[in-house]
């Protein structure tokens, strides 16, 4: 007796079930919701600012109480509308923020929008210089550390990377400027560039306030030459804290890598150890390094203040300094504002990277 076993339907057929795609949005969806994410992220920001800022008095009282008649002082109260009720200056405020008006320096009467614009360049180029270093050091010695794992290598870099996010900054800018600038006197001690350096620079037409940039721009080769000697310890002394980070980072997904079945396969066919790593290891382990980088920006943001201050680099730190000393709060929460939206932008797109490398990446 036969037996007739009906074969199951197949896809030709018709009959299965249709399967539903299952995941997250796609890649317009993602980089539109990471985008609208900036607008609250920075509402909340300046919100806090600006009730933190009022908590000790209104600015005019904070920067120039005691130093004026009473009179005069509450004459300026009044012109500036600071004896409104605080919820009216602050949706005032907002609506001043829209159209890109920050208000004025209280200390040395200057358009805050000017003031950012003038020293906002002298930060990013620090950040930006300071980032490289930070690659150009943690990459590779992380590498180095994960082929290397659990010799002596590793353990000296693994001390290092500890010692340099460890250090703070502005301790380890003076060891560089009693190292390089005193002792040996290799690079200036502070400064962006000489006073004759500085004035070329700044003479250009439509200068962009990056150094090394106007200098290129120009064809001055002297004055980028000491744009650079300028620019070296500044940079290290910023770059090694994020320099460290990377180092582990890199360290810690390169090896797990490096456990994965096609790369012990690619031993097995004789592949050389240096292309394993280099190649086949560390592209995997890119996007930790590249998603962790726009959390490194603010960090490098922050640390710019102590650097700036350590160095005499005048840039948006430098100045924060002074504003504060001054009491000058005005400028300060413009500072402040601009500083979250690096930080906000910056994560946006750094996202949006790593949204573009790794398809796994969606809401």
């Known amino acids: ?14 009959l299965l079930p249709s399967k539903k795609k299952t995941g997250g949005g796609g890649l317009g969806q993602y980089m539109i919701i990471r985008f609208l994410l900036i607008i609250p992220t920075i509402f909340i920001l300046v919100t806090m600012v600006f009730f933190l800022m009022r908590i000790t008095g209104d600015p005019i009282t904070a920067a120039l109480g005691g130093r004026l008649p009473p009179d005069q002082l509450q004459e300026r109260i009044h012109a500036a509308g600071y004896d409104r009720p605080v919820f009216v200056q602050y949706f005032e405020y907002l609506a001043q923020l829209v159209t890109g008006n920050f208000g004025t320096t209280l200390s040395d009467n200057r358009r805050v929008v000017e003031m950012l614009a003038t020293y906002g360049s002298a930060t990013l180029e620090l950040t ?35 010692l340099c996010y460890a250090t703070p900054v502005f301790f380890a800018g003076l060891l560089l400027k009693l190292t390089f600038s005193v002792w040996l006197g290799w690079l200036p001690v502070a400064g962006r560039a000489r006073t004759s350096s500085e004035l070329a ?5 439509a200068p962009t306030g990056i150094y090394w940039l106007d200098a290129v721009r120009s064809g001055n080769m002297a004055a980028l030459g000491d744009v650079m000697a300028h620019a070296v310890l500044p940079a290290v002394a910023l770059g090694l804290l994020t320099a460290g980070i990377f180092l582990r980072l890199v360290r810690t997904n390169v090896i797990g890598t490096l456990g994965r079945d096609y790369i012990e396969a690619g031993r097995s066919r004789g592949v050389s150890e240096y292309r394993l790593v280099t190649k086949h290891a560390f592209k ?5 390094i590249i998603t962790v980088m726009g959390l490194q920006i ?3 943001l922050g640390g710019a203040v102590l650097t700036e201050t350590t160095f005499e680099w005048k840039g948006l730190g430098y100045q924060l300094v002074n504003y504060l000393t001054a009491r000058d709060f005005v400028a300060v929460q413009g500072i ?28």
């Open 1 to 14: 007796m036969t037996t007739l076993i009906e074969a199951p339907p197949s896809d030709a057929d018709g």
């Open 128 to 162: 930006v210089n300071a980032l490289i270093v930070a690659l150009l050091v943690g990459i590779p010695l992380g590498m180095v550390a994960a082929h290397r794992r659990d010799h002596a290598p590793d353990a000296v870099l693994r001390v290092f990377a500890i």
């Open 201 to 205: 620079l700044t003479g250009l037409q």
């Open 284 to 288: 995997p382990a890119l996007i930790p």
């Open 298 to 300: 603010a960090v490098l």
């Open 336 to 363: 402040v504002v601009l500083l979250a939206v690096i930080v906000a932008v910056t994560n946006f797109i750094v996202d949006v990277v790593a949204a573009l490398i790794d398809p796994r990446v969606r809401y």
